[in-house]
Each structure stands twice: as C-alpha cells, then as structure tokens.
Antibody, heavy 122, light 107 residues
Framework: QVQLEESGPGLMQPSETLSLTCTVS????????VGWVRQPLGKGLVWMGT???????NYNSAVQSRLSISRDTSKSQVFLKMNSLQPEDTGTYYC????????????????WGQGVMVTVSS | DIQMTQSPASLSASLGETVTIECRAS??????LAWYQQKPGNSPQLLIY???SLADGVPSRFSGSGSGTQYSLKINSLQSEDVASYFC?????????FGSGTKLEIK
C-alpha cells in the first residue's frame, strides 16, 4: 500500500537550514510527484513545492528563494531543504503524493504522510 | 495567486443532519478542486477530487459539486466520526492554494 513518512529534526534555531526526508513506499517516484505542505499549529495548509515524476520542480514563490526539493529515486526518498529559518517557519511539514485521473491533466494530493513537527526557536 | 475563500469557519450540527461547506475561488479553476478531511492530530485525507469525484474508500454520504469559481462539499446524515476540519484546495494554478478550513463539531 502507498505510504509516506517524513523525518527530520524537531527543533531548529533561527537562521539554520532545515533538512527533511520523505521516504515513500508502494509507488515509484518516477511515476508520481511528491509535494511538501506546511501547516502552522492550529492553522491552514500551505503548499511549498513539488518534485514531479520527471524530476522537475515547482515552488511556491513565497518560499522559493529559500527552498530546494530533490530526490533519490533508488532510495525512494524526497528531500526538502529550506535555509534562513525563522520562527514563522514553525509548523507541521507534510509530504504528499500527487495523482490525477486519466482524463485530467491536473494533480491533487491523494496520500499524505503523518507529518513532522518543526519548531524554530532560539 | 488564486485565493480560496471557505465558509463557514466553524459549524455545529446534530447527528443525522446534512451540512454544506462552501469554497469560492478568486478566478475560474475549471473544477480542479479537492476536498480534504483532517481529524484532530491526523494528516489530511482526500475526500473529493475534480470537484465531484469521490476518492476511494470515502463514504457516499460525502459529495462535492460546483464549477467555475463556486464549489461545495455536502455531508449527508452526519456521523460522529465526521468531526474534523475540512479544507478545499485548488490545483489548477501554481501556487496550489487551500481554503482556510471549516471546523465541524457535533451539537
């Protein structure tokens, strides 16, 4: 079955670089894109970026200058790196799989990981 | 960026009732809209995609409708396990954007 699992440090200092890993199973990264979504505590969801099945990436312009998403297909892992962390980057970070029906070009999120909580504080 | 305006922000209803949550996009998103359910402490789960297609395993009491800029999620015969927050999301344009959420409680 399809599974995604995020991992990474829970506590970061301001100005540090965050590195998160999303390990997937039940599908291939060369068949489905994977995106990252952030949720501040008690608040809504913000799409951060996606790495597509072909390896291309798209980022939310709000974080694009600080964000990089990459992958290792042999290990079924997707990586998020975000520099210059600030307290407002605190929240739960989810990775999620993209999918689409055969008759549509547009991709929604069909499976989500359980999320990893990241706190940015001095 | 496409703004997704979701209403109401919170909703309280009785078991067995029918509830409707609305989502309005700031421009036409051509039915590229999904609805997610997020139970407390859990990650979001896909309910509806392409505005009106039910995701695998989702009970048929959930339904989606709409087109253009106006969309809605209807829950028939409300059950206790439906207590959750519900989010809409457009995936027609970058950046993908979500509604601010509706928190559903049982009266």
């Amino acid at each position: 079955q399809v599974q995604l699992e995020e991992s990474g440090p829970g506590l970061m200092q301001p100005s540090e670089t965050l590195s998160l890993t999303c390990t997937v199973s039940g599908f291939s990264l060369t068949s489905n894109g994977v995106g990252w979504v952030r949720q501040p505590l008690g608040k809504g969801l913000v799409w951060m970026g996606t790495i597509w099945a072909g390896g291309s990436t798209n980022y939310n312009s709000a974080v694009q200058s600080r964000l990089s998403i990459s992958r290792d297909t042999s290990k079924s892992q997707v990586f998020l790196k975000m520099n210059s962390l600030q307290p407002e980057d605190t929240g739960t970070y989810y990775c999620a799989r993209h999918d689409r029906p055969h008759n549509n070009w547009a991709y929604y999120f069909d499976y989500w990981g359980q999320g990893v909580m990241v706190t940015v504080s001095s | 960026d496409i703004q997704m305006t979701q209403s109401p922000a919170s909703l309280s209803a009785s078991l067995g009732e029918t509830v409707t949550i609305e989502c309005r996009a700031s421009e036409d998103i051509y039915s590229n809209l999904a609805w997610y359910q997020q139970k407390p402490g859990n990650s979001p789960q896909l309910l509806i995609y392409d505005a009106n297609s039910l995701a695998d395993g989702v009970p048929s009491r959930f339904s989606g409708s709409g087109s253009g800029t106006q969309y809605s999620l209807k829950i028939n015969s409300l059950q206790s396990e439906d207590v959750a927050s519900y989010f809409c999301q457009q995936y027609n344009n970058y950046p993908f954007t979500f509604g601010s959420g509706t928190k559903l409680e049982i009266k």
